[in-house]
């Protein structure tokens, strides 16, 4: 039985109230008005599509173990790199085995739907199993436009395979179009839309019942049978209109959660999808739907199985973990859509040596640390030396990772000094649980969230930004688990 | 088995510039006005120079790498020189250079240099550089030295169950002596006394450093002409002679930053460099013998764990003695009697020698009775450099016989 396995979800911690957009930027386009209900999800700083796509890669996996991971495809319209593959950042993240199928879907926001099928192709052959694939979102509109307030930024996650799946693979329908609704040329960085009337009527209103009803004559259903049709689009009016000429009824339809995150964009069917999971139950026949330059409709039928998957924070529990990003400008800041100043310190150069990345790209990505066989003690970064002054034993380690353990703060400190887009720099010493220590930035905290002996877990996150060179560089973070949360 | 350095060299000369922003002076100047005050106290010429120990630790923006600066700068006749660079300790490792070229018998006069022009950086605080090379900047946060250090009072409050409000006032009384000092110092950087309530008051640079909990950068240059205690005596035959008593290193061995039993209140560096050092010097009870100190206080919480580190204070007792004024210059180990890093400066590679100057001529009786500490006997200087997890500590003890 082919299907999705397991799921995760990751929402950003940062929200920012949309009346607070537009009343920095509501004198720019007062229709915006309409638009400035409830919230949206925005990435941190250090955060991207990639970033995201790994916290809910990590999610989806909890209870799994990373050596089972047989492939890992990435999604995203927004994705950090043009050359250089994502997934593979995504995979090293996860510390997968390097020898899988990786790649990389874009172009349209049904990407992320295009490779959930590729997975399930590719595992109904047989050619791979176990494939994680991620979608993430991080797009931009520019100040004042509607796409500023309307998108929101967010990852999902599903684990495909054949084995104790929670959700039976039983059909598709695709279509592709090239209805230029929203596009980006390759040197865009922000959104462009033509006219909304046109984009609903024209677009959502045609493609989105076509393909639903195309899954349904292809697999003998009719809507009704369905408990849960999931399909993205913020148009209030377009999704009433769908659900009448379907028949569908209210509980049929998985909220789009524009009041709380947004339009995650190639995440967002996704998200929605690993939102509806939390609730679903065995015998649900779940439809997902996506839309961007086509559609694809994608037939689960929920098992048995979904009752014994491991816990895990979902969408639901990162909707709850939430911080009010009350200021506009940090928000630009934060997404580089203005110039700012980190003083001279901050114009100082740093260099990405590649071939150090590449010898060291396990400890980088996937936080690879040492063990060693003689005395026990585990340790971070990877030694050949044993740390413990007692042992000092030569090339006698096991290799451990370490990204998966969380720590205790074990001293603390916020830098007003370090040069930073987001000051003040937070970092300190972590005792990681099972030994070993190090010093790690602190991210999605206040000071007032530090404290000595304080639990952490640890998130992959953007090192930092070479502007000069246009090269994102990910390491881990840790984030101060609170007392609630735990 | 190895003697050590008691007694086997003498500072025959020193001399230091004026530290602070010497926007008028380019390195070439500061080498030369402390190069001629320490020559003119060694009462010989350029010629007997015989080799040289030169140290800076930032070299790119500063005078370049290698010993070719001081060669050039001062002409000397193609003598060796070795240029010594371990973060703020480099000073002090020039001047090991030059004693053990001496002790060793390869030299009868030997010169030790340090130096540092920071202030064409353009802007406060240490340069932002891979101080601990190119995968630390991939795996590390991006920290400053204040942060860096600052994380000592979080580990040390909660170590020894002592509130932060405590820990930050005697850090407050730390920075407020330095200033006392200094600003009875022509020579210091920062010359104004401020208050504790200043002090307390001021803006947070990494919590919980406030900017006078924080020295700032300096450009200066101080050096050193040391010899054997015969021909110092020849030369010398009627004055009291510097000998240096002891001469230790220590550099971290990775268990702070990497292995979980440093207790992060303290440098393991320092602990060790000061038990080897008062051995070598034979000093039983540092606390009753020590006459007067100069020490790494690049922020206050340095000097406050420095205190029990070189075991003058009990572990966790340091802010009891400095709140009560046994470090005041008054009191019974004066710490910092130039204003320290604090208020003296802090040019890298020339503290370590600067604070030597400063022990060097109190134990000669050579300042003005205001700043004087009362017959001085034996003098401790102490460098701390890169950040408390990983680190170089030297420690030199120089006394009159």
Same mark, same amino acid.
């Given at each position: 039985?082919?299907?999705?396995?397991?799921?995760?979800?990751?929402?950003?911690?940062?929200?920012?109230?949309r009346m607070?957009i537009?009343?920095?930027?509501g004198?720019l386009?007062p229709?915006?008005?309409?638009?400035?209900?409830?919230?949206?999800?925005?990435?941190?700083?250090?955060?991207?599509?990639?970033?995201?796509?790994?916290?809910?890669?990590?999610?989806?996996i909890?209870g799994f173990?990373?050596?089972?991971?047989?492939?890992?495809y990435?999604a995203?319209?927004t994705?950090?790199?043009k050359?250089?593959?994502?997934?593979?950042i995504?995979?090293?993240?996860l510390a997968a085995?390097?020898m899988?199928?990786?790649a990389d879907?874009?172009g349209g926001l049904k990407?992320g739907?295009?490779?959930?099928l590729?997975?399930?192709?590719?595992?109904s052959?047989?050619?791979?199993?176990?494939?994680?694939?991620?979608a993430?979102?991080?797009?931009?509109?520019k100040?004042?436009?509607?796409?500023?307030?309307?998108?929101g930024?967010?990852?999902?996650?599903?684990?495909?395979?054949?084995e104790?799946v929670?959700a039976?693979?039983?059909?598709?329908?695709s279509s592709?179009?090239?209805?230029?609704d929203?596009f980006?040329g390759?040197?865009?960085?922000?959104?462009?839309?033509w006219e909304?009337?046109?984009?609903?009527?024209v677009?959502?209103?045609?493609?989105i019942?076509?393909a639903?009803?195309?899954?349904?004559?292809?697999v003998g259903?009719?809507p009704?049978?369905f408990?849960k049709?999931?399909y993205p689009t913020?148009?209030g009016?377009a999704?009433?209109?769908i659900?009448?000429?379907l028949?569908?009824?209210?509980?049929k339809i998985?909220?789009?959660l524009?009041?709380?995150?947004?339009d995650?964009?190639t995440?967002?069917?996704?998200?929605?999808?690993?939102?509806?999971?939390?609730?679903?139950?065995?015998?649900?026949?779940i439809?997902?739907?996506?839309?961007?330059?086509?559609?694809d409709?994608?037939y689960?039928?929920?098992?048995?199985?979904i009752k014994?998957l491991a816990p895990?924070?979902?969408v639901?529990?990162y909707?709850?973990r939430?911080?009010?990003l009350?200021?506009?400008?940090?928000y630009?800041?934060?997404?580089?859509?203005?110039p700012?100043d980190t003083g001279?310190?901050g114009?100082?150069?740093k260099?990405?040596r590649w071939s150090?990345v590449w010898r060291?790209?396990?400890?980088?990505?996937?936080?690879?640390g040492?063990k060693?066989k003689?005395?026990?003690?585990?340790?971070?970064?990877?030694q050949?030396?044993?740390?413990?002054?007692?042992?000092?034993?030569?090339?006698e380690?096991?290799?451990?990772?370490?990204?998966?353990?969380?720590?205790?703060i074990?001293?603390?400190?916020?830098d007003m000094?370090?040069?930073s887009i987001?000051p003040?720099a937070?970092?300190?010493?972590?005792?990681?649980?099972?030994?070993?220590?190090?010093?790690?930035?602190?991210?999605?905290?206040?000071?007032?969230d530090?404290?000595?002996?304080k639990?952490?877990?640890?998130t992959?996150?953007?090192?930092f930004?070479d502007?000069k060179r246009?090269?994102t560089?990910y390491?881990?973070?840790a984030v101060?688990?609170s007392?609630?949360?735990e | 088995?190895a003697?050590g350095?008691k007694?086997? @060299?003498v500072?025959?000369?020193m001399?230091?510039?004026?530290?602070?922003?010497r926007w008028?002076a380019?390195?070439e100047?500061?080498?030369?006005?402390a190069?001629?005050?320490c020559?003119e106290?060694a009462?010989?010429?350029?010629k007997d120079?015989q080799?040289?120990?030169?140290?800076t630790?930032?070299?790119?923006?500063?005078?370049?790498?290698?010993g070719?600066?001081?060669?050039?700068t001062?002409?000397l006749?193609?003598i060796?020189?070795t240029?010594?660079?371990?973060?703020?300790a480099?000073?002090?490792?020039?001047?090991?250079?030059?004693c053990?070229g001496?002790?060793?018998?390869?030299?009868?006069i030997?010169?030790?240099?340090?130096?540092?022009?920071?202030?064409?950086?353009?802007?406060?605080?240490?340069?932002?550089s891979?101080?601990?090379g190119?995968?630390?900047?991939?795996i590390m946060?991006?920290?400053?030295a204040p942060?860096m250090?600052?994380?000592?009072?979080?580990a040390?409050?909660?170590?020894?169950?002592?509130?932060m409000e405590k820990?930050?006032?005697?850090?407050a009384h730390v920075?407020?002596?330095?200033?006392?000092?200094?600003?009875?110092?022509?020579?210091a950087?920062?010359r104004?006394p401020v208050t504790k309530?200043?002090?307390?008051?001021?803006p947070?640079?990494a919590?919980p450093?406030g900017?006078?909990?924080?020295?700032?950068v300096s450009?200066?240059c101080?050096?050193a002409?040391?010899t054997?205690p015969?021909?110092?005596?020849k030369?010398?035959?009627n004055?009291d002679?510097?000998k240096?008593?002891?001469?230790?290193?220590? @550099?971290s061995s990775?268990?702070e930053?990497?292995?979980?039993?440093?207790d992060?209140?303290?440098?393991?560096?320092?602990r060790?460099?000061a038990?080897?050092?008062?051995?070598?010097?034979?000093?039983k009870d540092?606390r009753?013998?020590?006459s007067m100190?100069?020490?790494h206080?690049c922020f206050?919480?340095?000097?406050?764990?420095t205190?029990e580190?070189?075991?003058i204070?009990?572990?966790?007792g340091?802010?009891?003695?400095?709140?009560?004024?046994?470090?005041?210059l008054?009191g019974?180990i004066?710490?910092?009697?130039?204003?320290?890093?604090?208020?003296?400066?802090?040019?890298?590679g020339a503290?370590?020698l600067?604070?030597l100057?400063?022990?060097?001529n109190q134990?000669l009786?050579?300042?003005?009775?205001?700043?004087?500490?009362?017959?001085?006997k034996?003098?401790l200087?102490?460098?701390?450099?890169?950040?408390?997890?990983?680190n170089?500590?030297?420690?030199?003890?120089?006394?009159?016989?």
């Amino acid at each position: 039985m082919v299907g999705i396995r397991s799921y995760g979800g990751y929402v950003p911690r940062y929200r920012l109230n949309r009346m607070a957009i537009f009343g920095n930027m509501g004198w720019l386009n007062p229709a915006n008005l309409m638009n400035a209900q409830g919230e949206k999800a925005v990435a941190n700083f250090d955060e991207d599509s990639v970033t995201m796509s790994v916290a809910a890669a990590l999610d989806c996996i909890k209870g799994f173990e990373r050596s089972e991971i047989g492939g890992v495809y990435f999604a995203s319209t927004t994705a950090p790199y043009k050359e250089r593959l994502n997934a593979n950042i995504v995979a090293g993240a996860l510390a997968a085995n390097e020898m899988i199928r990786t790649a990389d879907f874009s172009g349209g926001l049904k990407a992320g739907t295009s490779a959930i099928l590729a997975a399930l192709d590719a595992v109904s052959a047989g050619s791979a199993n176990n494939i994680v694939v991620t979608a993430a979102d991080c797009r931009l509109g520019k100040m004042g436009s509607p796409q500023e307030l309307l998108f929101g930024d967010g990852a999902a996650a599903v684990l495909v395979g054949d084995e104790d799946v929670i959700a039976e693979y039983k059909g598709f329908f695709s279509s592709g179009y090239d209805f230029v609704d929203h596009f980006r040329g390759a040197n865009s960085i922000f959104d462009r839309q033509w006219e909304d009337r046109w984009i609903r009527d024209v677009g959502i209103n045609t493609f989105i019942p076509e393909a639903i009803k195309g899954l349904c004559e292809k697999v003998g259903l009719s809507p009704g049978d369905f408990s849960k049709i999931i399909y993205p689009t913020y148009y209030g009016g377009a999704r009433k209109k769908i659900n009448k000429v379907l028949g569908l009824e209210p509980d049929k339809i998985e909220d789009n959660l524009q009041a709380a995150v947004g339009d995650t964009g190639t995440a967002h069917p996704l998200l929605m999808f690993a939102k509806a999971l939390e609730q679903a139950n065995p015998g649900d026949k779940i439809m997902l739907v996506s839309y961007g330059s086509g559609c694809d409709a994608i037939y689960f039928e929920v098992t048995e199985n979904i009752k014994k998957l491991a816990p895990r924070k979902g969408v639901s529990g990162y909707l709850g973990r939430r911080s009010d990003l009350d200021n506009y400008t940090k928000y630009l800041v934060w997404r580089r859509m203005v110039p700012v100043d980190t003083g001279l310190r901050g114009e100082e150069d740093k260099w990405t040596r590649w071939s150090l990345v590449w010898r060291k790209h396990k400890v980088i990505l996937g936080m690879l640390g040492s063990k060693c066989k003689k005395c026990g003690t585990q340790q971070f970064p990877e030694q050949r030396v044993c740390v413990n002054p007692d042992c000092g034993a030569i090339d006698e380690m096991e290799p451990v990772y370490v990204s998966d353990k969380g720590g205790k703060i074990f001293s603390f400190t916020s830098d007003m000094l370090a040069a930073s887009i987001n000051p003040p720099a937070m970092y300190g010493g972590v005792d990681i649980n099972g030994g070993g220590r190090f010093v790690m930035d602190f991210t999605d905290c206040t000071l007032d969230d530090l404290a000595v002996g304080k639990p952490v877990e640890f998130t992959f996150r953007i090192k930092f930004y070479d502007s000069k060179r246009d090269i994102t560089n990910y390491f881990w973070k840790a984030v101060p688990i609170s007392e609630e949360a735990e | 088995m190895a003697e050590g350095i008691k007694d086997k @060299v003498v500072i025959l000369g020193m001399g230091c510039t004026r530290f602070g922003e010497r926007w008028d002076a380019s390195p070439e100047d500061l080498l030369i006005e402390a190069f001629l005050e320490c020559l003119e106290d060694a009462g010989i010429e350029k010629k007997d120079i015989q080799a040289a120990w030169l140290s800076t630790h930032i070299d790119e923006i500063n005078v370049g790498k290698g010993g070719n600066f001081l060669g050039l700068t001062l002409h000397l006749p193609f003598i060796p020189i070795t240029r010594t660079e371990n973060f703020c300790a480099s000073g002090t490792e020039a001047f090991r250079g030059a004693c053990y070229g001496v002790a060793s018998g390869a030299y009868d006069i030997a010169l030790a240099v340090g130096i540092e022009k920071l202030k064409d950086t353009g802007y406060g605080g240490l340069p932002d550089s891979p101080a601990f090379g190119q995968m630390a900047q991939m795996i590390m946060p991006n920290a400053t030295a204040p942060g860096m250090f600052a994380q000592l009072a979080s580990a040390y409050s909660a170590r020894y169950g002592i509130p932060m409000e405590k820990v930050k006032e005697a850090m407050a009384h730390v920075s407020w002596k330095s200033h006392q000092n200094g600003a009875k110092n022509p020579r210091a950087h920062l010359r104004r006394p401020v208050t504790k309530e200043q002090i307390m008051a001021a803006p947070m640079i990494a919590y919980p450093l406030g900017l006078f909990d924080c020295c700032g950068v300096s450009d200066g240059c101080a050096c050193a002409i040391v010899t054997t205690p015969e021909i110092a005596r020849k030369l010398k035959p009627n004055e009291d002679l510097v000998k240096v008593k002891a001469l230790q290193v220590s @550099v971290s061995s990775g268990e702070e930053v990497w292995y979980n039993k440093w207790d992060g209140a303290g440098m393991l560096t320092t602990r060790t460099a000061a038990k080897k050092a008062y051995e070598e010097a034979g000093i039983k009870d540092p606390r009753k013998e020590i006459s007067m100190m100069e020490v790494h206080d690049c922020f206050s919480i340095t000097e406050l764990v420095t205190m029990e580190d070189l075991g003058i204070s009990e572990p966790g007792g340091a802010p009891e003695d400095i709140l009560s004024g046994f470090f005041d210059l008054n009191g019974e180990i004066p710490c910092q009697s130039d204003g320290g890093l604090k208020c003296f400066g802090h040019p890298i590679g020339a503290s370590g020698l600067r604070m030597l100057y400063e022990v060097y001529n109190q134990l000669l009786g050579r300042w003005p009775e205001d700043r004087a500490v009362k017959n001085p006997k034996l003098g401790l200087t102490h460098n701390l450099g890169g950040v408390p997890n990983q680190n170089v500590c030297s420690v030199a003890i120089i006394g009159r016989d």
